[in-house]
């Protein structure tokens, strides 16, 4: 740690000695006091403690599920959730923002200021941003998941899409989720993904091809849920990946998304899993972390439970470490406001490592802890 950020560190220290440890989910407190941490590096950002060959992430919350809360825009209304944005994290995934239904909501019409909006933030915070998604089966519009193409009409939309999209943000992006979730748990690929029903798998290699020279510095990724643990879905990334390299595909890496839930073990095996394709030359990545779990009926986690949260946050952090070019580490959301979880999975929650006042859960202590000795 460098003599600025340890007096940073002793000054936040001081002055977070008051605040408890565990606060209710729904606390009053909305002065995102840190809660105090152990060792010398409570108060110091996460983006602080990182090492320098990690970005450490978040999705910044808007669209999606957002747009049928009670809330406004979250980016663009919670002032203090954008401070936090900006001071805890040199990563930034639009959530929604950058999905098909948002920026290509009709056929000749694009919707760019919303993503525009952080690719901005982020460079005026000195963030990365990771752009998602291109080829996905979820979240396109009406006009293209309903409209009646042709096979030739169809792959010109898409290749259209990707060169206007990644071209717009040329040399802005550090990473894109160029193809999400085009497999099933049983490793074959997903029908319900238009484009791979329509066009067959053989449009994923064209995908990356486009983005790739829509913009060449673009780290270009692999990315799902589900493949933290080995099985048929992860060999069968494993083979794509093996075949996409050998003919030339401009794909550079393969990412876990991570959305884990306490109910399933924590995932013992990712590391594994990630070297496999670290061991193919690529770049991994963790993208979506988030780790739910059960809520009792008070609908506040108890302590042993944080501190299970904190253990798998851990796991999953220290796979990313512990693997060479595992380089960028992205939480799906860092405050339970605007988790999408209890909006998907009703009964579970909690799954983020802040509370909805910004203040920390164990979870958020842990992987500050673990970064600044990994950071060393
Ligand atoms: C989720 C968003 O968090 C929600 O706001 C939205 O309503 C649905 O999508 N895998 C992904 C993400 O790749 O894009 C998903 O994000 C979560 C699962």
Known sequence: ????????????????????????????????????????????????????????????????????????????????????????????????????????????????????????????????????????????????????????????????????????YRGQIHQWDVANEIFDGNGAYRQENIWIRELGPGIVADAFRWAHQADPRAQLFLNDYGVEWPGAKVDAYEALAEQLLADRVPLHGFASQAHLSMRYGAPDQLRAVLQRFDDLGLYTAITELDVRMDLPESGVPTAEQLTTQAQYYKTVLDACLAVDDCNSFTLWGFTDKYSWVPVFFPTEGAATVMWDDFTRKPAYETLQQTLAEARG
């Open 1 to 168: 740690m460098t003599k600025k950020s340890r007096v940073a560190a002793a000054v936040l220290a001081a002055s977070t000695l008051l605040t408890i440890g565990v606060q209710p989910a729904r606390a009053e407190n909305t002065s995102g006091t840190p809660a105090a941490g152990h060792g010398g590096h409570a108060g110091v950002p996460l983006r602080r403690v990182t090492p320098r060959d990690l970005k450490i992430g978040t999705a910044v919350a808007g669209g999606g599920h957002h747009l049928e809360q009670d809330y406004p825009d979250p980016f663009t209304y919670d002032k203090p959730y954008r401070r936090v944005l900006a001071g805890e994290f040199n990563s930034a995934s639009p959530e929604n923002q950058m999905k098909w239904e948002f920026i290509h909501p009709e056929r000749n019409r694009y919707n760019f200021g919303p993503a525009d909006a952080i690719v901005r933030f982020a460079r005026r915070h000195g963030q990365v941003v990771r752009g998602h998604t291109l080829l996905w089966h979820s979240q396109n519009p009406a006009w293209l998941a309903e409209g009646q193409f042709s096979k030739a009409e169809l792959r010109a939309i898409l290749k259209q899409h990707i060169f206007t999209v990644v071209g717009r």
